[in-house]
C-alpha cells in the first residue's frame, strides 16, 4: 500500500505563491494517476489538478492558469505549484494515488491565504 505525504502549506498573502509537495513511497509510484484535491471548511471534497501515469493533466476551471501540477518519477513525488492564490483558495490540500480501483489518500496540508 502506497503512503503519502504532503508538505508546503501555510499562510500567504492574496496574490502569493505557494508549492506543495507529496512524496510517495514504494517503487510503484510512475504507474500512478496523481491529483491534488482541497477541501475548504463546510464544503466537499474538489479535484484540484490530476495528472495520469503518461503526463496527461486536467485542472478545475477555478485554478487554470494559476496552478501548476507535476510529477518527477525519479523522486516518486508530485508538485503543485500554485502561483496567484485567492482567500477562495484557503483549504486543505490532498493528495491522491490512483491505480485501478486502488485509491490512497495523504493526511493533507493547510493552506490559508490571507492578509
Known amino acids: 500500500q502506497v503512503q503519502l505525504v504532503e508538505s508546503g502549506g501555510g499562510l500567504v498573502q492574496p496574490g502569493g505563491s505557494l508549492r506543495l509537495s507529496c512524496a510517495a513511497s514504494g517503487s510503484r509510484f510512475r504507474f500512478y494517476a496523481m491529483g491534488w484535491y482541497r477541501q475548504a471548511p463546510e464544503k466537499q471534497r474538489e479535484l484540484v489538478a490530476s495528472i495520469s501515469s503518461s503526463g496527461s493533466i486536467n485542472y478545475a476551471g477555478s485554478v487554470k492558469g494559476r496552478f501548476t501540477i507535476s510529477r518527477d518519477n525519479a523522486k516518486n513525488t508530485v508538485y503543485l505549484q500554485m502561483n496567484s492564490l485567492k482567500p477562495e483558495d484557503t483549504a486543505v490540500y490532498y493528495c491522491?494515488?490512483?491505480?485501478?480501483?486502488?485509491?490512497?489518500w495523504g493526511q493533507g496540508t493547510q493552506v490559508t491565504v490571507s492578509s
Open positions: 491522491n494515488a490512483g491505480y485501478g480501483t486502488l485509491s490512497t
